[in-house]
């Protein structure tokens, strides 16, 4: 069946360091992808998507492409923020179907 | 704040219970999505109600049950409770059917001892 795979966390780096949270998909069609980022005691919230392969979804200084050749999402920034601290999830959702799929979830800890 | 109210945050009850956990979607959202944090499970799709009508289900016990009512808020039912039924429950609004992006409350901590 469909799943999606996070790279396992803790992660922890130093502030003003480079991010990648590495994602995976297995999905037997084209699904849109997602980030979701859940701040401590809050609900998940949507921080970015991309709809079609080669697509580049964006927001606050996050970036991932959606690769259909390694079927990955990974989640980049150039310089993370101790407020960038907080669980990330990867998720895939076919645009036929109402359920969000969820990966595990990867924790970020950022250091002053 | 997402604008998604969930009640209560916290809940402890006992094994063998039954408790209700309690959501209200952002204004002018008609769908609402039930999931199930936990350590071990990780978020899992419980069910989907769109305007009303059970739209989509996912991994939801037969000892759950949920429904959404007219003026949209939508409730979760878990019955005969065991240890294992402890976890965060997150309930979720969007506009449309489709769930392009989803709305989260900040969720309900169930403990069950």
């Known amino acids: 069946g469909d799943s999606v795979t996070q790279m396992e966390g803790p992660v922890t780096l130093s502030e003003e360091a480079f991010l990648t949270i590495n994602c995976t998909y297995t999905a037997t069609g084209y699904p849109s992808l997602f980030w979701y980022v859940q701040y401590p005691g809050e609900g998940l919230q949507l921080l970015l998507k991309?709809?079609?392969?080669?697509d580049k979804g964006s927001n606050k200084g996050f970036e991932a492409t959606y690769r259909k050749e390694t079927t990955s999402f990974h989640l980049e920034k150039g310089s993370v923020q101790v407020s960038d601290s907080a669980v990330y999830f990867c998720?895939?959702?076919?645009?036929?179907?109402?359920?969000?799929?969820f990966g595990s979830g990867t924790r970020l800890s950022i250091r002053p | 704040d997402s604008g998604v109210t969930q009640t209560p945050k916290h809940l402890i009850t006992a094994t063998g219970q039954r408790v209700t956990l309690r959501c209200s979607p952002r204004s002018g959202d008609l769908s609402v999505y039930w999931y199930q944090q936990s350590l071990d499970q990780g978020l899992q799709f419980l069910i989907q109600?769109?305007?009303?009508?059970?739209?989509a289900k996912g991994n939801i016990l037969e000892r759950f049950s949920a429904q959404q009512f007219p003026d949209l808020h939508s409730e979760l039912n878990l019955s005969s409770l065991e240890l294992g039924d402890s976890a965060l429950y997150f309930c979720?609004?969007?506009?449309?059917?489709?769930?392009?992006?989803?709305?989260f409350g900040s969720g309900t901590q169930l403990s069950v001892l």
């Open positions: 979720a609004s969007s506009k449309d059917r489709g769930g392009e992006k989803l709305f």
């Open positions: 991309a709809t079609k392969a080669d």
């Open positions: 109600y769109y305007n009303g009508e059970e739209r």
């Open positions: 998720a895939l959702r076919y645009s036929s179907a109402s359920k969000i799929i």
